[in-house]
T-cell receptor, first 113, second 110 residues
Framework: DGGITQSPKYLFRKEGQNVTLSCEQN?????MYWYRQDPGQGLRLIYY???????QKGDIAEGYSVSREKKESFPLTVTSAQKNPTAFYLC????????????FGDGTRLSIL | DAKTTQPTSMDCAEGRAANLPCNHS???????VYWYRQIHSQGPQYIIH???NNETNEMASLIITEDRKSSTLILPHATLRDTAVYYC???????????FGDGTTLTVKP
């Protein structure tokens, strides 16, 4: 089935460590997105990419990095510079047309040990 | 992208229609209205979207006012499984980013 796969579902990080969250899609979508969600709140955009080898900062990019080497993959690295990384992280993708909705993965929940 | 305003929470009786409002008074002419819902600890699920005309699919109906400054999502016969947070966003997808607010928590009661 076509869809978006995020892994792992749960992730634990020690203080000072970088961690990478995986996002893969087989929908042949051009654009991919990373959001952060804190308890009881909406989604905030971290980074997005409209084409391979190009990406833009969203509203809360500090302490995060991404790459887009392949159309299917958009990994997110939470660096040690992100002082409050505990959150629910959601990846989405869409076609690069103005009326196309985003399709979301099931998320990764990151916690600090 | 235009900002949206939604009520924080709403209740609905099972089997009745749920009408969820959204204000988007600063929407621009090329922006679509999208509705998503999120069940606890899952990724948001796309429901419906529209530009000017009212839209209907197997999940819901979307009513957009003539001036496009507000819209209403209608779930015609709400079930307990429709209990979720509903997000209204306005976006021109190929402009890049979309902005999600805090949404409306809909609770369907038996």
């Amino acid at each position: 089935d076509g869809g978006i796969t995020q892994s792992p579902k749960y992730l634990f990080r020690k203080e000072g460590q970088n961690v990478t969250l995986s996002c893969e899609q087989n929908l042949n979508h051009d654009a991919m997105y990373w959001y952060r969600q804190d308890p009881g709140q909406g989604l905030r955009l971290i980074y997005y990419s409209q084409i391979v080898n190009d990406f833009q900062k969203g509203d809360i990019a500090e302490g995060y990095s991404v790459s887009r080497e392949k159309k299917e993959s958009f990994p997110l690295t939470v660096t040690s510079a992100q002082k409050n990384p505990t959150a629910f992280y959601l990846c989405a993708s869409s076609m690069f047309q103005r009326d196309q909705p985003q399709h979301f993965g099931d998320g990764t929940r990151l916690s600090i040990l | 992208d235009a900002k949206t305003t939604q009520p924080t929470s709403m209740d609905c009786a099972e089997g009745r229609a749920a009408n969820l409002p959204c204000n988007h008074s600063t929407i621009s002419g090329n922006e679509y209205v999208y509705w998503y819902r999120q069940i606890h600890s899952q990724g948001p699920q796309y429901i419906i979207h529209g530009l000017k005309n009212n839209e209907t699919n197997e999940m819901a109906s979307l009513i957009i006012t003539e001036d496009r400054k507000s819209s209403t999502l209608i779930l015609p016969h709400a079930t307990l499984r429709d209990t979720a947070v509903y997000y209204c966003i306005v976006s021109n997808t190929n402009a890049g980013k979309s902005t999600f607010g805090d949404g409306t928590t809909l609770t369907v009661k038996p």
